[in-house]
């Protein structure tokens, strides 16, 4: 890999999304409106948003940036401009970590401000500190990144693209101890849930929420899910072909 190759890849993605306010507005706000619509959900029971607002910093960031990145990546593909890339000695893993990068500063920018919002603003509590909380965060943004310039290789469209969130994102915030605990589900269902990596994304917020300190359980589910980011990530490069002319 070049770092110079990958760091204009990286400006030259940033670049698109400045000139594309609708996006930018959507990736900044979208999981902080929705972390403020659960609050009012639960109004009367602050203890159940902390608890489920704080797996959701995981959730929401996940959510919206695979949304965003499978679009936009099927946007390039469709527009040829990744055939134009590849016809260069522009290396394909300078390409998919070039795009990684410009989206994970969006992915970045993103879970920060919900982080924000929702420490400052809607009044979340947690045992552990609102650092580790950003970090998970962080990480479970850049994953959703990752899965979606994966899975946009096997779209042609960019309504193929949106019906992957179904496939890809409902299983495992299903799966992930979310909506159940993880404890009580079935004990094949619990086997599916170990293979998706939302699940330790929300596992580790879920020990942020219960100690005051960072677990060695809590780290061993943020490597897992940088594991993940890291191996979608290389997919999606196996799937990208060069041109030679």
């Given at each position: 890999m070049?770092?110079?190759l990958?760091?204009?890849t990286a400006?030259?993605?940033?670049t698109q999304v400045?000139h594309?306010?609708r996006t930018?507005?959507?990736?900044l706000t979208?999981?902080?409106l929705?972390l403020?619509?659960?609050r009012f959900?639960?109004?009367?029971?602050?203890d159940?948003?902390?608890q489920?607002?704080?797996?959701?910093?995981g959730?929401?960031?996940?959510?919206?940036?695979?949304l965003v990145t499978?679009?936009?990546?099927?946007?390039?593909?469709v527009?040829?401009t990744l055939?134009?890339l590849l016809?260069t000695p522009l290396?394909?893993?300078?390409?998919l970590?070039?795009?990684?990068l410009a989206f994970?500063i969006?992915?970045?920018a993103?879970?920060?401000?919900a982080?924000?919002?929702?420490y400052?603003l809607?009044?979340l509590?947690?045992?552990g500190?609102?650092?580790?909380v950003?970090?998970i965060a962080?990480?479970?943004?850049?994953?959703?990144s990752c899965t979606?310039?994966f899975?946009s290789?096997?779209?042609r469209?960019?309504?193929?693209?949106l019906?992957?969130a179904?496939?890809?994102v409902?299983p495992q915030i299903?799966?992930?101890?979310?909506?159940?605990?993880?404890?009580?589900?079935?004990p094949?269902?619990?086997?599916?849930?170990?293979v998706?990596p939302?699940?330790?994304a929300?596992g580790?917020?879920s020990e942020?929420s219960?100690?005051?300190?960072?677990?060695?359980l809590?780290w061993r589910?943020l490597?897992?899910?940088?594991?993940f980011?890291?191996v979608?990530?290389?997919?999606?490069?196996?799937?990208?072909r060069?041109?030679?002319?």
């Open positions: 070049s770092i110079r990958l760091l204009g400006l030259r993605v940033l400045r594309d306010r930018i507005a959507l990736i979208m999981p902080t929705l403020t619509l659960l959900v639960f109004d009367d029971r602050l159940i948003f902390d489920i607002g704080l797996m959701l910093l959730v929401f960031p996940f959510t919206s940036m695979f499978s679009v936009a990546m099927l946007r390039e593909r527009s040829g055939e134009r016809s290396h394909k893993l300078d390409l970590f070039g795009y990684a994970a969006l992915a970045t993103q879970a920060s401000v982080t924000a919002v929702a400052g809607l009044g509590r947690s045992q500190a609102i650092g580790t950003l970090l962080i990480c479970s943004a850049i994953l959703g979606g310039l899975t290789a096997f779209a469209t960019e309504f193929q693209a019906q992957f179904p496939l890809v409902f299903l799966l992930c101890g979310l909506i159940w605990p993880r404890e009580q589900m079935a094949f269902l619990r086997l599916v849930g170990n998706l939302l699940r330790y929300v580790a917020l942020v219960t100690f005051p300190e960072p677990t060695t809590m589910d490597l897992i899910v940088i594991a980011a890291v979608t990530l290389v997919g999606g490069a196996a799937t990208l060069r041109r030679t002319g």
